[in-house]
């Protein structure tokens, strides 16, 4: 990839460096929260665990150590035994090891220790000191637990793959849901890289204009101001288009700001739109285009005023400007719904070029332009569609046979009615 390609890429890498970091934070606090819920689980069962041998082992030592255990299903996995002061033991009950590897056992609970592994099995030990047959003694009870260890370890192997799997499937989703997430920050960072290789385009044409005349002037140092006249006309028409192209700029960045927010108030909507139509007659008496205006009878409304001022001469500018000569412009306009639901419907027609179907869902995007022409810098009906959203309105286009119609939806209020 050479370097015009990655500067061009920009917006793409900066949107992967958003994407990853956006998944590893996600992933890493699930993760966290996860492993607690894990940890919680596996502490649950080991302290069931130890309840359930610690139950098993008191029940062992507290029946008499005459009575007969192997009627009684409480020690199926018990072994108790008695040791006397002279060194004689009794056993009472085992299952799994012979008489040498029992007595093995129970020398090793002498020592003291309480858990033994034993022939591949894992015991647990308690004892408590009796009278046994006129001679002092230690009941020793040994649990069995190779099975309980084992359905735990089980459990616990799953639960770790589990949450391996879990955490895999979540950055996987986070990767995913970040890329829906953050689609928009991304169109953004698209827009801004467009918006700021469009200014300088637009900007560069009248500064190269600006200089070549100041270099013609310059070149002739005996020359009056009058003799460079033509020089200052180009350099003064060249600023006065730069001067155009960042008032829109800056218009257009406030209506686009998160802080906009429209100025509700009490207007008269049919008598701002014929206003607007009547400042465009002298434009249309020029080129010998027809302007004619149809609205209904339309009462007050509450909207802001500012916003479709701007609106309807954005459109009303753009009919006129790409209407033919001796054409015919149509707006009309029309309020309907209830009281409280109204919907207000603008609508321009003008006859001139086509518009090709592909071209239709570009031209509300900053900067695009349909055909090759000068003077327009392409900020116009991106500036329309922004007014229409910000008002909770909706702007559509359509083009055919030459003639190409805008119409505006926006919701209106109902002017109170004073007393």
Same mark, same amino acid.
């Given at each position: 990839m050479n370097n015009a390609e990655k500067n061009n890429d920009v917006p793409g890498r900066l949107f992967h460096r958003l994407q990853i970091r956006f998944t590893v934070i996600l992933t890493v606090i699930c993760s966290v929260l996860i492993a607690i819920t894990f940890g919680a689980a596996v502490l649950v069962n080991v302290t069931s665990l130890e309840i359930g041998i610690s139950s098993s082992l008191e029940t062992a030592l507290s029946f008499p150590f005459d009575f007969d255990m192997n009627d009684d299903p409480n020690f199926d996995a018990c072994a108790?035994? /008695?040791?006397?002061?002279?060194?004689?033991?009794?056993?009472?009950?085992?299952?799994?090891?012979?008489?040498?590897?029992?007595?093995?056992?129970?020398?090793?609970?002498?020592?003291?220790?309480?858990?033994?592994?034993?022939?591949?099995?894992?015991?647990?030990?308690?004892?408590?000191?009796?009278?046994?047959?006129?001679?002092?003694?230690?009941?020793?009870?040994?649990?069995?637990?190779?099975?309980?260890?084992?359905?735990?370890?089980?459990?616990?192997?799953?639960?770790?793959?589990?949450?391996?799997?879990?955490?895999?499937?979540?950055?996987?989703?986070?990767?995913?849901?970040?890329?829906?997430?953050?689609?928009?920050?991304?169109?953004?960072?698209?827009?801004?890289?467009?918006?700021?290789?469009?200014?300088?385009?637009?900007?560069?044409?009248?500064?190269?204009?600006?200089?070549?005349?100041?270099? /013609?002037?310059?070149?002739?140092?005996?020359?009056?101001?009058?003799?460079?006249?033509?020089?200052?006309?180009?350099?003064?028409?060249?600023?006065?288009?730069?001067?155009?192209?960042v008032t829109e700029m800056l218009e257009m960045s406030s209506f686009e700001s998160a802080e906009f927010r429209p100025s509700f108030a009490e207007f008269d909507l049919a008598e701002l739109v014929e206003g607007q139509c009547l400042s465009f007659e002298a434009a249309c008496f020029e080129r010998g285009i027809m302007l004619e205006f149809r609205s209904e009878e339309i009462p007050t409304? /509450?909207?802001?005023?500012?916003?479709?001022?701007?609106?309807?001469?954005?459109?009303?500018?753009?009919?006129?400007?790409?209407?033919?000569?001796?054409?015919?412009?149509?707006?009309?306009?029309a309020v309907s719904g209830t009281k409280k639901k109204r919907m207000a419907h603008f609508s321009v027609s003008n006859t001139g070029k086509t518009i090709p179907p592909e071209e239709i869902e570009f031209i509300f995007e900053r900067f695009h332009k349909v055909g090759d022409n000068s003077d327009s810098f392409g900020l116009g009906l991106a500036m329309a569609k922004t007014l229409c959203e910000n008002l909770g309105g909706k702007i559509t286009c359509t083009s055919s046979d030459g003639v190409t119609s805008f119409t505006v939806n926006i919701p209106v209020r109902a002017a109170i009615k004073k007393q």
């Open positions: 108790v035994a /008695v040791v006397t002061d002279a060194g004689t033991f009794e056993i009472r009950r085992y299952d799994h090891m012979t008489d040498n590897d029992f007595g093995a056992l129970i020398t090793t609970a002498i020592n003291g220790e309480t858990n033994v592994n034993k022939s591949g099995r894992s015991y647990r030990i308690a004892s408590r000191e009796i009278d046994y047959m006129g001679y002092g003694g230690t009941v020793y009870a040994f649990y069995d637990c190779t099975y309980r260890l084992h359905v735990f370890f089980v459990q616990f192997i799953v639960m770790c793959a589990t949450f391996a799997g879990l955490i895999v499937m979540l950055a996987l989703f986070a990767y995913v849901i970040s890329g829906h997430m953050l689609s928009p920050a991304h169109e953004a960072l698209v827009k801004q890289k467009d918006l700021v290789a469009n200014a300088s385009h637009e900007l560069k044409t009248p500064i190269t204009i600006i200089n070549a005349n100041l270099e /013609v002037m310059r070149s002739d140092v005996d020359s009056t101001i009058g003799d460079n006249d033509k020089w200052l006309g180009n350099i003064s028409s060249q600023t006065e288009r730069m001067h155009s192209l409304i /509450v909207s802001d005023e500012r916003c479709w001022i701007k609106l309807t001469g954005i459109l009303l500018d753009n009919a006129v400007k790409y209407s033919a000569d001796g054409s015919k412009i149509d707006a009309s306009l």
